[in-house]
């Protein structure tokens, strides 16, 4: 998305606003960051990070048990 809005021609400040707001809200809560412990930043700053880390831990244990009973 980055390269996009740095080598897209922009005829109006608003189109370049638009494609900026695109970015953000695309980088804020889209992307998860390796450095976030795989979190979108957004989680992260609204304390999500704990919450969506416990469900994500007992999905994971739910589909390794289900994956052992199936090659049982």
Known sequence: MK???KL?????PDELKEALNEFVENYNN????????NLTP??????????????TIAK???LYFQ???INL
């Open 30 to 37: 889209c992307i998860y960051h390796e450095a976030l412990n």
């Open 42 to 55: 957004s989680d992260v700053y609204f304390g999500r990070a704990d919450k969506i880390l416990k469900q």
């Open 8 to 12: 897209d021609h922009y005829y109006h």
């Open 3 to 5: 390269n996009v809005v």
């Open 67 to 69: 994956d052992k009973i």
């Open 60 to 62: 994971r244990r739910q």
